[in-house]
């Protein structure tokens, strides 16, 4: 997985990830700023899921993405 690309282009995978994960505010995102790890987190903390779930969802969205 190429996280580069999202990192790169955060701007514009914002309201992507919002769609998807839409507790996320946008303080979080801002916060996050494209880092996978800061994501997997705020993932974790507002859905109250496992790491490896949250790893999981970002894993199957990321390859549902189209570049």
């Known amino acids: 997985m190429d996280w580069n690309r999202v ?6 995978v ?6 998807q994960w839409g507790r996320l505010t ?3 995102l801002d916060v996050i700023a494209g880092k996978r790890d800061q994501l997997e987190g705020k993932i ?3 859905y109250g899921k496992a790491k490896d779930e949250a790893r999981r969802e ?3 969205w990321y390859n549902n993405q189209t570049w």
Do not use: A, P, V
């Open 7 to 12: 990192e790169g282009n955060w701007m514009q």
């Open 14 to 19: 914002k309201g992507k990830i919002k769609e």
């Open 26 to 28: 946008d303080d979080d």
């Open 44 to 46: 974790q903390e507002r």
């Open 58 to 60: 970002i894993d199957d």
